[in-house]
């Protein structure tokens, strides 16, 4: 029997990249999926892919929402407890790192680009969380965060709203997790570096652009040791890991890093130094 059989997962932002990644394998590996965002082409697309794959469609629920606002929340959760009857794996993954359009650095950076930030990479999983915790403690179920290497410790005064609050983040999954594996109920978070995914677009940058910058950053060996972006399935299969009881029953409260090394290296060449 496939491992997530009879269970029930909601995946944010499975409308593109790494949740769409993960929705895919959940539905391979026997979940009932409900898959999210604000994009109504990209979540088709996502549910053409995995009906492709063979998956039958009662086994999704494709539900079009801004999980940043309480309406979009509410209709996830309301939707799959119709169409599944519970909850047994929330997925945090909707996220985006909001840029200043000026270009301004850190501290020059707007209070509006503060807000979008954190309403999406942080007060949106806080109200998630809240919301779909009866049900979870109902099904002793999982939560996965998909936070980011940007949390730190590194300074990051490009994004630093981004950052900032996928620092938060990792708190709230350390906190969290202490709090509810009480009921019994596990959370953990991924933490990504350097994906190829709709991320760059998301930013402001066209295709082609997005592109480039994902060559630029897996030719430089400072930073990405493995030379290689990571693809949206290096991170699904994470997360499936942390939501599958059998395979991670002794983890609580913590992160996984994948990224290629990037948090790894300082770019200090000391043998090239002592020449
Ligand atoms: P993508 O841009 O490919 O996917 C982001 C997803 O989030 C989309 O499905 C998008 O859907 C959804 N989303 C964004 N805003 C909202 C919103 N307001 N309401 C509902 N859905 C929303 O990026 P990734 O797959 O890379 O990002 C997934 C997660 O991974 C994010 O949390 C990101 O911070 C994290 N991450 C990514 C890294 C990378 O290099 N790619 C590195 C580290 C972390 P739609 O546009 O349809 O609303």
Redesign the pocket.
Known sequence: MPRFSGKTVII?????????SAALLFAQEGANVTI????SD??QETKQQILKSGIPENQVNSVV????TSE?QDELIKSTLEKFGKIDILVN?????HSDPTGALASDQGLDVYHKNMQ??IQ?VVEMTRKVKPYLIESKGEIVN?????GGPHAQPDFPYYSMA?AALDQYTRAVAIDLIQYGVRVNSV?????????A??MGLEDQASKKFYEYLSSEKKAIPAMVA?T?ED?AWIILFLADRKMSSYIIGQSIVADGGTTLVLGIDFNKAMQ
């Open positions: 944010t932002g499975s409308s593109n990249g790494i949740g769409r999210t965002g604000r994009n990209r979540l929402a801004d999980v940043t979009g993954n909707a996220g985006a790192a999406l990479n949106s998909v936070s980011s290497i940007a996928k933490s990504p570096g350097v994906v190829a995914t709709g991320f677009g998301a990571g949206p991170i």
